[in-house]
């Protein structure tokens, strides 16, 4: 039973568009919520996160939308740029529930030139 | 790059053979985990520790132990590996624990394949 979903394994984006990569979560009790990118071959990498308490949150060309009552966050990308190619995983975790985070199954994306 | 090493970087072993995969980290993070990718699964947690010689199972540690002696070093033991542990395996590092407002950091990976 996966607790963090995200339900399109890829997306094609031109580059200078923008990129909507979409995640939901089944377990209410989340509170944190982060963004992590992965190169082939390297480990994932901090992107971007989000606590319950905000809707939004922006770094750059990157902002995090979170919908609480829809149980839906999405990160967004603009504009969009080559390099921006990679794996994108969601992920999840709970006050009390330390030491643990939950990963979605991840969203490949291409940013065509 | 936060300091993590992850040996070996790829390893190829037959059914039923023992393989330790090690992280190594220079960063004297309290905190130490093993997650493995698998395509349409994400990163799932097999195991973690929360100091030396603490550790905890994760979702999917069945078939797999750890061991934490140093801060610095943690292992990740396959008893008896089997075709379905072929994987990326990837360790990660916090801080302060991933309970709220916690990142992780992570190695480069290492691909296991068994034969």
């Known amino acids: 039973d996966q607790q963090v979903k995200q339900n399109s394994p890829s997306l094609s984006v031109q580059e200078g568009r923008i990129s909507i990569l979409n995640c939901d979560y089944t377990?209410?009790?989340?509170?944190?919520f982060l963004w992590y990118k992965k190169y082939p071959a390297e480990g994932p990498t901090f992107l971007i996160s989000i606590s319950s308490i905000k809707d939004k949150n922006e770094d750059g060309r990157f902002t995090v939308f979170l919908n609480k009552s829809a149980k839906h966050l999405s990160l967004h990308i603009v504009p969009s740029q080559p390099g921006d190619s990679a794996v994108y995983f969601c992920a999840a975790s709970r006050m009390d529930s330390s030491y643990k985070l939950i990963f979605g199954s991840g969203t490949r994306l291409l940013v065509r030139p | 790059d936060a300091g993590i090493t992850q040996s070996p970087r790829h390893k190829v072993t037959e059914t039923g053979t023992p393989v330790t995969l090690r992280c190594h980290q220079t960063?004297?993070?309290?905190?130490m985990y093993w997650y493995r990718q698998d395509p349409g699964h994400g990163l799932r947690l097999i195991h973690y520790?929360?100091?030396?010689?603490?550790?905890d199972k994760g979702e999917v540690s069945d078939g797999y132990s750890v061991s934490r002696s140093k801060t610095e070093d943690f292992l990740l033991t396959l008893e008896s590996a089997t075709s379905s542990q072929t994987s990326v395996y990837f360790c990660a590092i916090s801080r302060t624990g991933t309970g709220y407002g916690e990142k992780l950091f992570f190695g480069s990976g290492t691909q296991l394949s068994v034969l």
């Open positions: 960063e004297n993070h309290r905190y």
């Open positions: 377990n209410s009790m989340f509170d944190y």
């Open positions: 520790s929360y100091g030396v010689k603490d550790t």
